[in-house]
């Protein structure tokens, strides 16, 4: 088993910046992807940014140019650096962990509790 505990959301104005952090502990296996989430009222959940073991990184485009996703491997920590957030950033944020070992073709996955982020005036 794997627990993700995520932290630093919270309310902040259009135009400024949080950090969120997703610290993976119990299981941990070499192989993974890690990555953020969001959710908005009545909206499907969506991806937002992801980061593999090899360090590739993939963002929505929504996000593109204002969000970086970062980690410490020697912390099990991965980070969501979010600038210049607007209202549409509101959600609640979700880490997400999907990891094998060398022999499996299938990972497990793994969520954290989410942390709100709520941007706005």
């Known amino acids: 088993q794997v627990q993700l505990v995520e932290s630093g959301g919270g309310l902040v104005q259009p135009g400024g910046s949080l950090r969120l952090s997703c610290v993976a502990s119990?299981?941990?296996?070499?192989?993974?992807?890690m990555g953020w989430y969001r959710q908005a009222p009545g909206k499907q959940r969506e991806l937002v940014a992801i980061l593999t073991s090899t360090g590739s990184t993939n963002y929505a485009d929504s996000v593109k140019g204002r969000f970086t996703i970062s980690r410490d491997n020697a912390k099990n920590t991965v980070y969501l650096q979010m600038n210049s957030l607007k209202p549409e950033d509101t959600a609640v944020y979700y880490c997400?962990?999907?990891?094998?070992?060398?022999?499996?073709?299938?990972?497990?996955?793994?969520w954290g509790q989410g942390t709100q982020v709520t941007v706005s005036s």
């Open positions: 119990g299981s941990i296996l070499s192989i993974y992807t």
């Open positions: 997400n962990r999907n990891q094998r070992s060398p022999l499996s073709t299938y990972g497990t996955n793994y």
